[in-house]
């Protein structure tokens, strides 16, 4: 079956760049200046590459980089350095695997080498995952992390964390590290990029993600984003401030969106549907939560994710996917104007911790989980020994939340989700949302047809 990318079938159809006869760059070393990948070319990362501290990449619109299936290629874009993938509507930035490019119409690959990159805008989905690294990006921004020796639970701008899926090449390498002490911290742009059969299992929950994101400040721009057949989560933020929009993430094998350790910006226009990218265990090739969120590393740490979700389309997997929304560790999210169908677990899926020595709600004084669902924004928490006060130089606070309480779904649409189990942890929490009028108009609305 032939498809096309969802995200930009979505916006627009994706034109073909005059990328014919594109020479295939091996990329072999890490990028210590400013380098820019121009559309004439098709790079294949030949091994894990590092942008450097004090180094740009620019990447060109309409510029594909096809790494080569089993060698294991992958970007990461280190702490001090940036990154500008400018794709556009018609001309996207396309990370991808060189057995995708071989199903674009007109693609000419051998031995691995694109000889010519054909039609970028076909392409035939297939069962696939894994298939080269991902793309990585690692900041300067307040994150709360427990496992590194010297971090402390409360804001620090010395805490640090070591990046899942990255692997220290020598000892005291900082290239793999994020975090820090600066919310407003910029590491580029990304925009109108594609990510397609990526991940790599290093170990027992040590995975690359399709789009990793640790640490990122609010400088950054991230938006117009697909991600599609990853074999671990789709995207998966650590701690940070920045914000994201329009995100489509499809057919991964764990979580859609992934959250830890204390992020603090907004999320809206998302497009999540869950399936799976290789016939495996739930977690490794199938889809498990929509979307999973963790309040901090531990539940008493800080910052702690506080954030709001607006305008998202959340399809779940009626057959065996978890929960619409995960909650663990003292997660404080809003939900609002979503929509959310053919869930195959609950709605909100009450997990208390993430299995890590997480501690989760209401350890060490702070709110329960059935109390951050009554306390309003306006009063806030009770104060606690680890709160940031006076928040430190370079710490945003939690600006993503104004109103309403600190955890809720709000204004939203449920319709044909897991009749069983689907909506008796939000009933009890108070967020049935209207739930049986919507589906009585939706039956309405059917029988009129």
């Given amino acids: 079956m032939k498809v096309r990318s969802l995200l930009f079938s979505l916006t627009a159809c994706v034109a073909a760049a005059s990328t014919a006869q594109a020479a295939d760059v091996f990329v072999t070393s890490d990028i210590a200046v400013a380098t820019t990948w121009t559309a004439n070319n098709t790079y294949n990362l ?9 180094a740009t990449l620019t990447i060109e619109p309409g510029t594909t980089i096809a790494s080569e299936t089993g060698i294991g290629g992958s970007l990461a874009v280190t702490r001090g350095a940036k990154i500008f993938s400018m794709g556009t509507k018609h001309q996207p930035v396309i990370f991808t695997s060189t057995d995708d490019v071989a199903t674009w119409d007109g693609s000419v690959v051998v031995g691995g080498s694109t000889v010519d990159q054909g039609d970028r805008k076909t392409g035939t989905w297939r069962e696939g995952a894994n298939e080269w690294g991902n793309l990585t990006l690692m900041g300067r921004a307040y994150i709360s992390e427990d496992k590194t020796g010297g971090n402390v639970a409360t804001c620090a701008a010395t805490n640090v964390g070591t990046m899942e899926g990255l692997i220290a090449a020598f000892p005291g390498d ?11 911290d910029c590491s580029g742009t990304i925009q109108y990029t594609s990510i397609r059969y990526a991940g790599r299992v290093i170990g027992l929950n040590n995975e690359l993600n399709g789009l990793s994101l640790g640490g990122i400040g609010r400088g950054t721009d991230i938006h117009h984003i697909e991600i599609m057949n990853n074999v671990d989560d789709g995207i998966e933020i650590w701690g940070g401030a920045f914000n994201l929009k329009y995100f489509s993430i499809w057919n991964v094998g764990d ?12 999320g809206q226009f998302g497009l999540i549907v869950q399936g799976y990218s290789i016939p495996a265990s739930q977690g490794s090739g199938v889809g498990d939560n929509c979307i999973e969120i963790d309040g901090a590393e531990d539940s008493d740490y800080q910052p702690v994710t506080t954030t ?23 997660a404080r999210v809003q939900y609002r104007n979503s929509i959310f169908m053919d869930l195959g677990d609950q709605l909100v899926r009450f ?6 020595c997480g ?15 009554t ?8 104060a606690h020994a680890n709160d940031c006060v006076p928040p430190p130089a370079g710490f945003a606070g939690y600006p993503a939340q104004t109103t309403g309480r600190l955890a809720e779904i709000r204004d939203s649409v449920f319709f044909n989700n897991n009749a069983g189990s689907a909506y008796t942890e939000a009933t009890a929490r108070g967020e049935d949302g209207g739930r049986a009028v919507v589906q ?4 309405e609305f059917q029988a009129d047809l």
Avoid: C, F
């Fill in 375 to 382: 306390t309003t924004v306006a009063a806030g928490p009770p």
């Fill in 359 to 373: 501690s989760g709600y209401g350890h060490n004084g702070t709110l329960s989980w059935a109390a951050t669902w």
């Fill in 255 to 266: 979580d859609s969106l992934d959250i830890d350790q204390g992020w603090r910006g907004k």
């Fill in 174 to 184: 900082t290239r793999i590290l994020y975090g820090g002490g600066d919310d407003d």
């Fill in 308 to 330: 709001t979700l607006y305008n998202l389309t959340v399809i779940g997997q009626p057959l065996g996917g978890d929960g619409g929304t995960t909650w663990r560790d003292n």
């Fill in 440 to 443: 009585h108009l939706i039956e």
């Fill in 46 to 54: 030949r091994n894990q590459i590092y942008v450097l501290p004090g």
């Fill in 351 to 356: 997990d208390n911790s993430d299995g890590d």
